[in-house]
């Protein structure tokens, strides 16, 4: 199939009508879709879309879509707030564990790690870490003085989230099982659950991707003593944040205060079904 033909601003905005959605400012419309991308805004009015007619099953103001996507926006800067608290945690807990049980620089001795583990795959990403921080005080700083070597709580800094998972998921299962169970009182088959999701919403909103109505790749597991049963929302990625979160006397004052305040100033425009959220939300979400 060809693909089809770039558009103009004007023509987008023209395309937008023939999806009965409602413009009254064509010149602000086309202003807005100048900034954003209309490929990227049309997954704002996905949850008003009829597949069969390929256009919304009621007229919506363009002005809604505007405001979905600014919701989102600031949704996204909220989470990734909570993340990165979440992230130095983790990397804190992996980095203070695997350097008391194997040593500074144990993380780089396959013997570490599980049969399953890929230790050269896993090196090349070490090494390529080191190589892309290569001018950095710290990769500076242990080159001249300590000949290059580095151990595990400085290079851990440098790991993205999806390397911190790929860590974790090739260590040794007594060792997972400990991190899991003294960091979080859950088994390690949850914590790699969470570690995985927790790279996906991390990745959506580092690259500023939608949240709105979307269906993650995965769901993250709960305890068993949790009775919440999760989808592929958002709202259960944010329930995983909240069990994850390491400041548990701050999570009602840092995250649900604010989240409550963000839903309020969109609440004639946004509908929490889109984003699974349960008629109880606040009260599942509170520590």
């Known amino acids: 199939m060809e693909l089809k033909k770039p558009t103009t601003f004007e023509e987008q905005a023209e395309l937008l009508k023939k999806k009965n959605i409602i413009i009254t400012d064509k010149a602000s419309c086309m202003d807005f879709l100048s900034k954003t991308n209309y490929y990227r805004l049309s997954g704002y009015y996905l ?108 290079i851990i800094d440098f790991f993205s989230i999806g390397m911190l998972s790929y860590f974790y998921r090739g260590m040794k299962n007594n060792d997972k099982a400990k991190i899991a169970e003294t960091t979080y009182g859950v088994n390690y088959q949850t914590l790699e659950s969470w570690l995985r999701c927790l790279t996906d919403l991390r990745n959506r909103c580092a690259h500023y991707s939608r949240l709105y109505y979307w269906i993650f790749p995965a769901t993250p597991k709960m305890p068993a003593k949790e009775k919440y049963i999760p989808t592929r929302r958002i709202f259960a990625q944010l329930y995983m944040l909240k069990l994850m979160y390491p400041d548990k006397e701050k999570w009602n004052d840092e995250f649900i205060k604010p989240l409550t305040k963000l839903i309020k100033k969109y609440k004639n425009d946004i509908s929490l079904k889109h984003l699974d959220f349960p008629y109880r939300w606040q009260s599942m979400l509170k520590q």
């Open 47 to 154: 949850p008003f879309i009829r597949k069969e007619e390929e256009k919304c099953f009621i007229a919506i103001e363009f002005e809604r879509i505007q405001n979905i996507y600014m919701f989102d926006a600031e949704l996204r800067n909220l989470i990734s707030f909570a993340i990165e608290k979440i992230e130095i945690h983790v990397r804190t807990q992996l980095a203070y564990f695997h350097a008391h049980a194997y040593g500074a620089e144990g993380y780089m001795d396959s013997s570490s790690f599980n049969k399953k583990h890929k230790h050269s795959s896993y090196m090349s990403h070490v090494n390529m870490c080191i190589a892309e921080n290569a001018n950095t005080l710290v990769i500076k700083h242990h080159k001249e003085k300590y000949d290059g070597h580095i151990p595990i709580w400085a």
